[in-house]
Each structure stands twice: as structure tokens, then as C-alpha cells.
């Protein structure tokens, strides 16, 4: 189940930034007090009353013809389009002026829910000036101060109200979701072709081309499968095209719903920090990883290519040293048969469950091997440990003093579980407990 999205959007000098990093806890947007700095948007993940959301800051619609106000202006309207419900924001010192209105045209055209929200209220003397701001047609104003806090949780409660209902979809056990990441122009919808054997997703040279989450359903070899096309995510600050530079965000969507994550790289060009970065997403979110070389073909070959290139990716991707790597080339399709089986592994492991006395028998086995590290002159006692949960697969071990348990050492049972039960191109997470 997706989150809801919430996008802050208003005439610039509102209080937009300052609002956004009242609300998710931290300074992410940057805040001056100048019109205008905000230009692309901004998201980040906020909570209220255990419900989690994405929270997005727009740089302010302003009415005019240069080009940077025209940029502001069509950034904020993506950000209306992607919105479940939309914080209108205004500033309750200088009253509503006519790019408020302008900003309110544009929000009835969305239908999309909105909040109005006064910010710059900041003591109860200024609360008979929000009244005007009911003129705006969109029901009782909020008076709110980001700067000191006020006012944000009865925001919160109305925001929230809104959200769609979002029922869990019956998921079929036995169909595999999974999406394809990286930057522009690695070849993504080439391979959703490739492995489709059809033109059903538009291919194109220029980067950028898919703009939003495809879903296509296929059948191989008795299994079915949920293929999710995305569109390319590129670094910020080198993006110029309105509608790009929101991927980032709808791959993410695409990731939340995958049960696989397909990272390409671009045999050609080689590894870049973005590809990091863009892995590091699929990492986070906990889905099963199955790293795909694209362009192949383009490399010269020779009996240690593979190698040379898998010494590269293993030194630049160090956090994914469980998850396989495929080399193929989806304009050829050399070696496009080796993809799937890969897809279908990692799905496995994802959800692979072990029986807890298996696990046990492990874990003494590990012990045995490498016995418990002390902290000052108390030792770490593993008692014992089992399964929690798949999707990742997570597993508690309960010790004496979950403090005493280091990294190094979690990393080391992780590896003793791995090597046991295999969990090939899936995450798993292990977390110390004091048995009670």
C-alpha cells in the first residue's frame, strides 16, 4: 500500500520551506527569506498519528513571463497533479493578494483536496486577520506559525482526514512485481521489450523518454509476472524538463509496489555515482535486488570480462553483496534468457521462511566458530533466535545485553545465515532483543 502524498503549494515567501521542515522533523529545503529559492520541488517522508506520507515543497506560482517564473509555475503544477491532498499556504501579515487568487484558479481546476493554511499568525492578537482568507472559497483557513510551531498538529488532522481510503489489494502469492531503476537512458524500456518480445513500451535515444509507471502483465514459462517500466531518475541540478523531474518520486512509487527491483547499469558507460544512489533506494526499501548489466555487446570480450566488470560492481556497490548480477544486452537480447530465472530466485528468497530449530542449529554452529565479543569484561550471550518476517526476511536473536551485540558481529551471523540458507538477491535484517 502506497503512501499518500502532500504537496505544499503557494506564491513564493509564504513559508512554504519553513513549514516543510517543521513538518518532516529536519532541514531539508532551504530556507531565506527571499522570493523565489525554492525552485524544484522537494520531498521528503513525514509522519502524524502513525500515518506516514510524502510530503513535497514547491517552489511558489508566480504569475509572470521569465522563463524561471514559468519553470516555478509548471513545477508546483506537477507537484498539484501527483498530490492526494494539497496544503494551500498564505501569509496571514500581508492578507490575500492577486497571486494568491491565481494560485487558487489553479488549485479548483486540480479537484484535488486542499487545506488553506495561514502561516505567519504567530500570536492569538492576529487571528481576526485569517478571517478574510475565507473569500478564497475553500473553507475555514488554518492560522498556523512555522517559524514557532503553532498551529501545525490541527493542520495535520485535516490533511490526513483526507486521504483516500487505501484498501490492501488481494495480492496473488504467484505473480512477481517487479520494476526496472536507473538513470536515463540505460535502456529500460528496451528491456521491458526484450523481455516482452514486443514494442509495447515506446523505445527512444533520447533520455527521459518514459514519463510515468507502466504496468504489463506476461506469463513465462508457467510463472506470472508484473513488469513496472520507470521513468529515469537523474541527478538533481541536471535536470531541465518539467515533467523529469519527478521520476525520482514515481520510481519510488514503482518500488513500493514491486517484490523485485531490477538496478540497470550501463555496461558502456560504466558505474556512476547516481547508479549508487538509485540502488541505494531498492536497498532501503528492503525489496529483493537483482543488479542488471545493459549494453553487453558493447563490451569487448575476453575470458575475464565478466570478472573484471563484477570486481567493479562489488567495489562500488558493497551493500548489495547479496544481490545477483546479470549481463545482457536488451537491444541483441544476448543472454536475456538469464534474466528471469534470476528474478524468480530472488522473489523466492524474499519471502523464504526458515523453521526456528534449523535456524537454532545454525546460529550454535556460528557460535562455535566465532564465540561472542566482550564489552568492558562482559560477554555477549546469544540464547536464541527466529524468524519474524519475510519481505525482507527478519529475524531476532534475543542475547543478554542487545548493547554488547556489534555490527561486526550481526554481520557475521547474517553471513552464517546466508551461507546455510542462501537468501541470494534479498536484503535480511537481523535485530538484537533482551529476551524479557
Known sequence: MRSSIVAIVGRPNVGKSTIFNRLVGERISIVEDVPGVTRDRIYAEAEWLNTTFRLIDTGGIEIGDEPLLIQMREQAEVAIREADVIIFLANGREGITAADEEVAKILYKSNKPVVL??????????????????????????????????????????????????????????????????????????????????????????AGTTRDAIDTNFSKDERDFVIIDTA???????????TEKYSILR???????????????????????????????????????????????TIEQHDQAIKEFEDNVRAHFPFLDYAPI??????????????????????????????????????MDALAINPTPTKHGKRLKVLYATQVAVKPPT??????????????????????IREAFGFEGTPIKIYARKRS
Open 117 to 206: 493554511a495561514v502561516n505567519k499568525v504567530d500570536n492569538p492578537d492576529m487571528r481576526e486577520q485569517i478571517y478574510e482568507f475565507y473569500a478564497l472559497g475553500f473553507g475555514e483557513p488554518h492560522p498556523i506559525s512555522g517559524t514557532h510551531g503553532l498551529g501545525l498538529g490541527d493542520l495535520l488532522d485535516s490533511v490526513v482526514s483526507l486521504f483516500p481510503e487505501r484498501e490492501n489489494e488481494p495480492v496473488d502469492e504467484d505473480v512477481i512485481h517487479f520494476s526496472l531503476i536507473g538513470r536515463p537512458n540505460v535502456g529500460k524500456s528496451s528491456l521491458v521489450n526484450a523481455i516482452l518480445n514486443e514494442e509495447r513500451v515506446i523505445v527512444s535515444d533520447i
Open 326 to 363: 546479470v549481463y545482457l544486452s536488451a537491444k541483441t537480447k544476448k543472454r536475456i534468457h538469464t534474466l528471469l530465472p534470476n528474478v524468480v530466485q530472488a522473489s523466492e528468497n524474499h519471502t523464504k521462511r526458515v523453521e526456528t530449530n534449523v535456524l537454532n542449529d545454525v546460529i
Open 395 to 416: 529475524f531476532v536473536v534475543f542475547v543478554n545485553e542487545p548493547e554488547l551485540m556489534h555490527f561486526s558481529y550481526e554481520r557475521f551471523l547474517e553471513n552464517q
Open 251 to 297: 520510481a519510488l512509487k514503482a518500488i513500493e509496489r514491486s517484490d523485485v527491483v531490477l538496478t540497470l547499469i550501463d555496461a558502456e558507460t560504466g558505474i556512476i555515482e547516481q547508479d549508487k544512489k538509485i540502488a541505494g533506494y531498492a536497498h532501503e526499501a528492503g525489496k529483493a535486488v537483482v543488479i542488471v548489466v545493459n549494453k553487453w555487446d
Open 232 to 242: 529515469g531518475m537523474r541527478k538533481r541540478g541536471k535536470i531541465y524538463e518539467t
